[in-house]
């Protein structure tokens, strides 16, 4: 048996290096089913400290809690930038001395040497150019210029208005209402504004096309409608600086005493991201320097909305405090500015940082296979080694691959052009499995290809003849076939086409109060529509993956001959002779088990994992590796792999691990250790082939 012999010979090896035997037990597992149709799902039990924690988890840390002191060891030399998007919002179009705070903190800036993205609101361009003030517009405009809404406060907001409208009238009614305050933006300070940002927590996923229409390719703000673990991600075809963890805890407090602590905070996030790279938000508003209250609480609280003429001016602060709220910037800016491998960047800067790879990029017979392979029925996003992917990308591509094969017009590789918007509306589930024929499937496939050519959308339902399919089911359908046609290059008999549904949909908030606390907000208003739309674009939506720092980091950090020995023992162990239908052999070295053994050597611990009662009555065999230490990664207790067709292909399985993740997070982790094992082989690959 190649596990036993496995198990054998790993006794023999010597460890490369001495690792802490730091056995872990495990008591509770869960094993879930959660489609029979794959056979089974098994359990990867981590205790992961992962950079990046699951959307399961709470989405804040706990913000200035005290934290602990980290002793006067000096911290590693960092391997990745950490880059600080530092924005403003310019908004206050009532009270004229926040015309001279936004001055004042270009004036700090300029002093520390950065540059910031104001977000400025139309009608307080409009109101900087009717006041005369060109020295404050110079100012502005010597950082980057960014959109916050034509009027911000006055009803109807973003929020109110889009809550009543559908996909394709909402883009156009936010256009219709929006786009004059950015154009007088572009007017007034001489070139367009870069990014948008909601204003209060008035967002809407209907502002994302119309944005993209006009030319605007960042949102930079902050909120919990979408989030990606706190990170940068893409989301409605506009890279999001939003929701961002790190940064959100160096605002200041009622009276902004709390400078120390914020540095603290800063740090701690610091040394989190300092390892692999990552970003940081901080964000201002130049009239919170100055006011006691803000300017559109005084006036446009709870739904009001009073003519211009009753505009109440906010109170100001004594000027000690001011003193102390513009000294609590210029210190926070210089410390930030004190670490090594800072980068203060722009919301267009951020676009260099953290470019589309899969855009523009050809993808290959094998490297489409490989996509399909990660298809399942709960959709979601790939990372993949330098690139993400969406689940509409992933759609576009699989349906391009097999048109062509369709029309018999093979191609070397496919084309990504486009990220295509989520659905309109959502189709209804099917009731069961469902079968076609292989000509009507084939057929199915032009057609929604002229869709996504002419829409650069999602279809709301696929047609089978007659048969409305959803989307989600079609996707796994076409992955199924990419796979079928890469591997033996003939046409099935038909198509099944499974139960499935978005599960990058959870990164999206269901509607509740909270999303709509801000206090302009009518009482009581909700969005319940407007959130089902923004779940359907999480088709667009995928992580922003840095350009520099992660491939450096997660390259296997030993020798080339040791390398070479972990691909030979590898290949000598782990080779599958073939299965059903192909029955070709797969090397060692590209199997699963291979691909951990190559990246991290031998586990610690091997073991079978205790099956539970509530199991198939099939067993398969299974194998859990404990690894203490995986670089990049942080302490993976193990990783299990499952033989399901019991031919010695063991595959990496995600799992739900009772207590600690659910199955959605499990699968989470399992895609984001599954996409740094193989950035990881594909950067060995490389090495082998064009020497260290
Ligand atoms: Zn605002």
């Given at each position: 048996m190649i596990t036993r012999s496995f198990r054998t010979l790993l006794r023999r090896i010597p460890r490369a290096h001495a690792r802490r035997e730091k056995s872990r037990r495990f008591s509770n597992f869960e094993f879930r089913v959660s489609n029979f149709s794959r056979l089974a799902l098994l359990l990867v039990l981590f205790s992961v400290c992962l950079g990046q924690s699951s959307a399961t988890q709470p989405r804040q840390r706990e913000r200035d809690a005290p934290r602990q002191s980290r002793g006067e060891t000096p911290a590693p030399p960092p391997d990745g930038n950490v880059y600080v998007v530092l924005w403003f919002?310019?908004?206050?179009?009532?009270?004229?001395?926040s015309d001279d705070a936004a001055k004042r903190i270009t004036e700090i800036l300029a002093r520390q040497g950065v540059r910031a993205t104001f977000k400025v609101v139309g009608e307080k361009g409009r109101t900087l150019a009717e006041r005369g003030r060109q020295d404050v517009i110079e100012a502005l405009a010597r950082n980057e210029i960014g959109f916050h809404a034509n009027t911000h406060s006055q009803h109807p907001t973003p929020a109110e208005y889009e809550s009543k409208l559908d996909w394709e009238e909402g883009a156009a009614e936010f256009t219709r209402r929006e786009r004059p305050g950015f154009e007088d933006l572009r007017r007034i300070f001489g070139r367009a504004p870069t990014c948008y940002g909601q204003p209060g927590s008035s967002w809407a996923p209907q502002a994302f096309p119309a944005l993209k229409s006009w030319g605007v390719k960042v949102y930079l703000d902050d909120g919990p409608h979408v989030g990606l673990d706190g990170r940068p991600f893409w989301y409605g075809g506009l890279l999001n600086i939003f929701n961002i963890k790190a940064g959100s805890d160096l605002r200041p407090n009622e009276d902004w005493s709390n400078l120390d602590q914020a540095k603290a905070n800063f740090k701690a996030s610091y040394d989190e991201l300092s390892a692999s790279g990552g970003v940081v938000s901080i964000y201002f508003h130049p009239c919170e320097f100055i006011h006691r209250e803000f300017w559109d609480f005084v006036?446009?609280?709870?739904?009001a909305n009073p003519p211009r003429e009753d505009w109440q001016k906010p109170p100001m602060k004594d000027p000690e405090q001011i003193e102390r709220d513009f000294n609590y910037l210029e210190n926070l800016v210089h410390y930030v500015k004190s670490f090594p491998n800072v980068r203060f960047i722009t919301a267009s800067e951020a676009l260099g940082v953290m470019p589309d790879r899969a855009q523009g990029r050809q993808f290959s017979a094998a490297e489409l296979r490989e996509i399909a392979e990660q298809v399942t029925s709960d959709v979601s996003f790939q990372v993949r080694s330098d690139y993400a992917l969406s689940a509409s990308e992933q759609f576009a591509l699989l349906n391009e691959y097999v048109v062509r094969t369709v029309r018999k017009q093979p191609a070397q590789s496919i084309l990504l052009s486009v990220t295509p918007y989520g659905p309109g509306s959502a189709a209804p589930e099917l009731a069961d499995d469902m079968n076609v024929s292989w000509s009507q499937f084939s057929r199915t496939t032009q057609d929604v290809a002229g869709f996504i050519e002419k829409n650069a959308q999602i279809p709301n339902v696929v047609w089978m003849g007659s048969k409305p399919v959803p989307p989600e089911s079609y996707l796994v359908a076409l992955a199924r076939t990419t796979r079928a046609l890469v591997e033996t290059h003939t046409l099935p008999n038909y198509v099944t086409l499974p139960l499935a549904h978005l599960a990058a949909a959870r990164y999206v908030a269901d509607d509740s109060p909270r999303l709509w606390d801000w206090v302009i907000f009518p009482e009581g208003f909700d969005a319940p529509q407007m959130m089902v739309l923004a779940k359907l674009q999480a088709w667009t939506l995928k992580p922003a993956v840095l350009a520099a720092g992660p491939q450096v980091h997660y390259a296997i950090d030993i020798s080339r001959g040791e390398l070479e020995a972990r691909i030979q023992f590898a290949n000598e162990h782990f080779s599958v002779s073939g299965?059903?239908?192909?029955?070709r052999p797969i090397p060692g070295s590209q199997t699963d088990r291979g691909k951990v053994y190559i990246v991290l050597g031998p586990p610690d611990q091997i073991r079978d994992p205790e099956p539970l009662p509530n199991t198939l009555a099939v067993t398969f065999p299974t194998e859990e590796w404990s690894y203490v230490d995986f670089p990049g990664v942080g302490a993976i207790s193990c990783v299990l792999f499952l033989d399901e067709m019991m031919n010695g292909g063991y595959k990496m399985v995600p799992a739900a691990c009772y207590g600690h993740l659910d199955e959605a997070g499990a699968r989470q982790i399992y895609k984001i250790i599954r996409g740094r094992i193989e950035q990881a082989v594909a950067g060995a690959d490389r090495t082998q082939r064009n020497g260290p």
């Amino acid at each position: 048996m190649i596990t036993r012999s496995f198990r054998t010979l790993l006794r023999r090896i010597p460890r490369a290096h001495a690792r802490r035997e730091k056995s872990r037990r495990f008591s509770n597992f869960e094993f879930r089913v959660s489609n029979f149709s794959r056979l089974a799902l098994l359990l990867v039990l981590f205790s992961v400290c992962l950079g990046q924690s699951s959307a399961t988890q709470p989405r804040q840390r706990e913000r200035d809690a005290p934290r602990q002191s980290r002793g006067e060891t000096p911290a590693p030399p960092p391997d990745g930038n950490v880059y600080v998007v530092l924005w403003f919002d310019t908004e206050d179009y009532i009270l004229p001395q926040s015309d001279d705070a936004a001055k004042r903190i270009t004036e700090i800036l300029a002093r520390q040497g950065v540059r910031a993205t104001f977000k400025v609101v139309g009608e307080k361009g409009r109101t900087l150019a009717e006041r005369g003030r060109q020295d404050v517009i110079e100012a502005l405009a010597r950082n980057e210029i960014g959109f916050h809404a034509n009027t911000h406060s006055q009803h109807p907001t973003p929020a109110e208005y889009e809550s009543k409208l559908d996909w394709e009238e909402g883009a156009a009614e936010f256009t219709r209402r929006e786009r004059p305050g950015f154009e007088d933006l572009r007017r007034i300070f001489g070139r367009a504004p870069t990014c948008y940002g909601q204003p209060g927590s008035s967002w809407a996923p209907q502002a994302f096309p119309a944005l993209k229409s006009w030319g605007v390719k960042v949102y930079l703000d902050d909120g919990p409608h979408v989030g990606l673990d706190g990170r940068p991600f893409w989301y409605g075809g506009l890279l999001n600086i939003f929701n961002i963890k790190a940064g959100s805890d160096l605002r200041p407090n009622e009276d902004w005493s709390n400078l120390d602590q914020a540095k603290a905070n800063f740090k701690a996030s610091y040394d989190e991201l300092s390892a692999s790279g990552g970003v940081v938000s901080i964000y201002f508003h130049p009239c919170e320097f100055i006011h006691r209250e803000f300017w559109d609480f005084v006036n446009f609280a709870h739904g009001a909305n009073p003519p211009r003429e009753d505009w109440q001016k906010p109170p100001m602060k004594d000027p000690e405090q001011i003193e102390r709220d513009f000294n609590y910037l210029e210190n926070l800016v210089h410390y930030v500015k004190s670490f090594p491998n800072v980068r203060f960047i722009t919301a267009s800067e951020a676009l260099g940082v953290m470019p589309d790879r899969a855009q523009g990029r050809q993808f290959s017979a094998a490297e489409l296979r490989e996509i399909a392979e990660q298809v399942t029925s709960d959709v979601s996003f790939q990372v993949r080694s330098d690139y993400a992917l969406s689940a509409s990308e992933q759609f576009a591509l699989l349906n391009e691959y097999v048109v062509r094969t369709v029309r018999k017009q093979p191609a070397q590789s496919i084309l990504l052009s486009v990220t295509p918007y989520g659905p309109g509306s959502a189709a209804p589930e099917l009731a069961d499995d469902m079968n076609v024929s292989w000509s009507q499937f084939s057929r199915t496939t032009q057609d929604v290809a002229g869709f996504i050519e002419k829409n650069a959308q999602i279809p709301n339902v696929v047609w089978m003849g007659s048969k409305p399919v959803p989307p989600e089911s079609y996707l796994v359908a076409l992955a199924r076939t990419t796979r079928a046609l890469v591997e033996t290059h003939t046409l099935p008999n038909y198509v099944t086409l499974p139960l499935a549904h978005l599960a990058a949909a959870r990164y999206v908030a269901d509607d509740s109060p909270r999303l709509w606390d801000w206090v302009i907000f009518p009482e009581g208003f909700d969005a319940p529509q407007m959130m089902v739309l923004a779940k359907l674009q999480a088709w667009t939506l995928k992580p922003a993956v840095l350009a520099a720092g992660p491939q450096v980091h997660y390259a296997i950090d030993i020798s080339r001959g040791e390398l070479e020995a972990r691909i030979q023992f590898a290949n000598e162990h782990f080779s599958v002779s073939g299965s059903y239908p192909d029955w070709r052999p797969i090397p060692g070295s590209q199997t699963d088990r291979g691909k951990v053994y190559i990246v991290l050597g031998p586990p610690d611990q091997i073991r079978d994992p205790e099956p539970l009662p509530n199991t198939l009555a099939v067993t398969f065999p299974t194998e859990e590796w404990s690894y203490v230490d995986f670089p990049g990664v942080g302490a993976i207790s193990c990783v299990l792999f499952l033989d399901e067709m019991m031919n010695g292909g063991y595959k990496m399985v995600p799992a739900a691990c009772y207590g600690h993740l659910d199955e959605a997070g499990a699968r989470q982790i399992y895609k984001i250790i599954r996409g740094r094992i193989e950035q990881a082989v594909a950067g060995a690959d490389r090495t082998q082939r064009n020497g260290p």
